[in-house]
T-cell receptor
């Protein structure tokens, strides 16, 4: 069965510092990969997705993620964090043949220090 | 363009009751998915509908059911509510399968 692991439940970074959120997945084939962000009381917003091709994916709000097949990882990065980035971040995998049946990781809550 | 609309925003029910949650997708979107979010289990897939047909169902008991109407609006129903059904229920829509998902703000269900 597929699974997604986000090893860090909480991360605190200073504003302006770089950020890396980790995501590891287990799947029978190369899945579709996603990062979503959720602000308090809100639904989820898609930051970026990887289906195929270039393993470095650019997303919205200055985020990027790198797919590493050998490590079954899809880590999210941002070079300089803003206070408004404080939120919960979810990594997810979807079936290779498409469809919206996503499996989510447990999430990483990001706090930003001024 | 209006986003995904979920009603009601908050709901309080007692054990044994049933509840119906509603989701209006973005205009033109034909796919609707439902997810349950709890502090303990995280985000879990419930159902996926496309053009009124259920395409996939998650690992939930038969008390959880859903449907999609010809205008793409969707409802989910939970019968014989249990305390563990307390959760944020999120609806998401997309133009087609395998397209970008847009999530609503959810319905917060509390079962007392």
């Amino acid at each position: 069965a597929q699974s997604v692991t986000q090893p860090d439940i909480h991360i605190t970074v200073s504003e302006g510092a770089s950020l890396e959120l980790r995501c590891n997945y287990s799947y029978g084939a190369t899945p579709y990969l996603f990062w979503y962000v959720q602000s308090p009381g809100q639904g989820l917003q898609l930051l970026l997705k990887y289906f195929s091709g270039d393993t470095l994916v650019q997303g919205i709000k200055g985020f990027e993620a790198e797919f590493k097949r050998s490590q079954s990882s899809f880590n999210l990065r941002k070079p300089s964090v803003h206070w408004s980035d404080a939120a919960e971040y979810f990594c997810a995998v979807g079936p290779p043949r498409g469809g919206n049946m996503l499996t989510f990781g447990g999430g990483t809550r990001l706090m930003v220090k001024p | 363009k209006a986003g995904v609309t979920q009603t009601p925003r908050y709901l309080i029910k007692t054990r044994g009751q049933q509840v119906t949650l509603s989701c209006s997708p973005i205009s033109g979107h034909r796919s609707v998915s439902w997810y349950q979010q709890t502090p303990g289990q995280g985000l879990q897939f419930l159902f996926e509908y496309f053009s009124e047909t259920q395409r996939n169902k998650g690992n939930f008991p038969g008390r959880f059911s859903g449907r999609q109407f010809s205008n793409s609006r969707s409802e989910m129903n939970v019968s014989t509510l249990e305390l563990g059904d307390s959760a944020l229920y999120l609806c998401a829509s997309s133009v087609d399968l395998n397209e970008k998902l847009f999530f609503g703000s959810g319905t917060q269900l509390s079962v007392l």
